[in-house]
């Protein structure tokens, strides 16, 4: 018990050398376009807002199990307002035949949600705007154009693999007469950048807009003048937002820890041997993490002798709340960690056991943000941004950044071993609720201004 919990320990040193790896790698990655490395796609977003942008826009955001479809009013004053619906994306959707059927499906959403929100927009007025945040990585070749590196998470759809995304979603909306027109494709990490810059006005300068969902991921801003991989003559502005891709951050594992419950699930995945990263930190992975671990300790009959058979056997049937809720009980006696393990196991835990869970659910949630930490290190050391702004402002977005408890006081924990405690001090983390749906509109409106 005590040598898992070891296994899972970040230390200084391990925490330095994920920064500088990071910085290495991502700065190959910025010069020349890789296959295992570190993606940093140019997004083409060439500016942050100011806070005054204004007008009406859609927004829809493909995230890992829902498709949100927004209208965003953009107030000019930093302010919004934002009407919404999420639609469930159904199994067969998910594992679609064609992409054909996937994107007539996207299509049809946004159909209804237009027909509901904007029913007296008539053709002749032109067509909506509408910026698409689309959480997968995407190779992008202009503001609107961009071909889909792979999948993650749960869809898994191959036949869209390598295909312009914008081009067949605009195809699937035009076949049904919707009037809207894709301005700007984004991910959702830019969308929580522009977002929460959107938010703090001009005087603040937001470096890292970061999901913590069921993937991981961060965009940044960085200077043409170093992404040296895009064409000559790309662009007439000074700088452009990256979308790190993180989540494949070190996938030949030269720096990242691995146990061998991290080897198990990568195995288990319908991406294997990509987005290692990820698979150490986001909501999709941390449950199952918690699941191998206590069928190796049942296993070795030391812990839930009269564990109901099965219980513990189906992968990824942990959810990574499980652990989150876990680590949220405050009681000295475990009170809710015993309730919780009755629900989710169906049986009645020692106080020792749930002790265990208790703790193995703590070390999971810990290195997961002292990982994190060890990459906003990378970013803020690749950017030198403590030379540049008095405070590294970082927006945040996902379930496990909202939610799992802890994540934030590890990831400074983490962050004051990395640069002590008066520069930890200097980084600033806040929610950004929407980001995605308010980072595409603001896209949407960006692209307008420069068309
Ligand atoms: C996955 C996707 C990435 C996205 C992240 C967070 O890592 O590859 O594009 O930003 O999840 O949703």
Redesign the pocket.
């Known amino acids: 018990m005590n040598k898992l919990t070891a296994d899972l320990t970040v230390s200084k040193a391990k925490l330095d050398e994920i920064a500088d790896f990071f910085v290495k790698t991502a700065t190959s990655s910025l010069a020349k376009q890789t296959e295992r490395g570190i993606p940093m796609i140019p997004t083409y977003v060439t500016k942050l807002p100011t806070g005054k942008e204004k007008g009406v826009f859609l927004a829809c955001d493909l995230?890992?199990t829902n498709f949100r479809c927004c209208s965003v009013v953009l107030n000019g004053d930093g302010t919004h307002k934002i009407t919404q619906d999420k639609c469930h994306i159904p199994e067969e959707v998910l594992n679609a035949k064609s992409h054909v059927e996937f994107y007539d499906w996207l299509a049809s959403c946004i159909g209804d949600f237009v027909a509901k929100q904007h029913p007296n927009w008539k053709s002749d007025q032109g067509k909506l705007r509408m910026g698409v945040t689309f959480?997968?990585?995407v190779n992008q070749t202009g503001l609107n154009r961009g071909t889909l590196v792979r999948w993650?998470?749960k869809v898994n759809v191959p036949d869209a693999v390598g295909r312009d995304v914008c081009v067949d979603f605009q195809t699937a909306m035009d076949r049904r007469n919707i009037p809207v027109y894709i301005a700007a494709l984004i991910?959702?990490?830019t969308g929580a950048l522009l977002a929460r810059s959107y938010m703090a006005g001009e005087s603040v300068h937001t470096l890292l807009g970061m999901?913590l969902?069921?993937?991981?991921?961060a965009a940044y801003m960085e200077d043409v003048a170093k992404i040296t991989k895009l064409p000559a003559g790309t662009t007439q502005h000074k700088t452009m937002a990256v979308?790190t891709?993180w989540?494949s951050f070190d996938n030949d594992l030269q720096v990242l820890p691995t146990t061998r419950f991290d080897a198990a699930i990568d195995k288990l995945t319908l991406n294997p041997t990509v987005?290692m990263f990820?698979k150490r930190i986001s909501g999709m992975f941390m449950g199952e993490i918690l699941r191998q671990m206590l069928c190796e300790l049942h296993g070795k009959g030391l812990i839930f002798k009269n564990l109901p058979a099965g219980s513990l056997d189906k992968p990824f049937g942990i959810d990574t709340a499980t652990p989150s809720q876990i680590e949220a009980d405050a009681s000295s006696d475990n009170i809710e960690v015993k309730a919780i393990m009755r629900d989710v196991f169906g049986i009645n835990p020692t106080s020792e056991e749930a002790h265990a869970v208790r703790k193995l659910s703590h070390g999971i949630g810990k290195r997961a943000a002292y990982l994190v930490a060890g990459a906003i290190g990378g970013v803020v050391n690749l950017t030198n941004a403590l030379e540049k702004y008095q405070y590294i402002d970082i927006g945040g977005d996902?379930s496990v950044y909202e939610f799992y408890p802890g994540f934030e006081k590890h990831m400074r924990e983490a962050l004051r071993l990395l640069y002590g405690e008066a520069t930890e001090k200097r980084f600033k983390f806040g929610i950004v609720k929407d980001g995605s749906g308010i980072g595409a509109a603001l896209c949407a409106s960006l692209s307008a201004e420069e068309a």
Request: hydrophobic residues 5%; proline residues 5%; glycine residues 28%.
């Open positions: 995230g890992g959480s997968y990585p993650t998470k991910n959702d990490t999901i969902g069921t993937g991981t991921n979308n891709e989540g987005h990820e996902g």
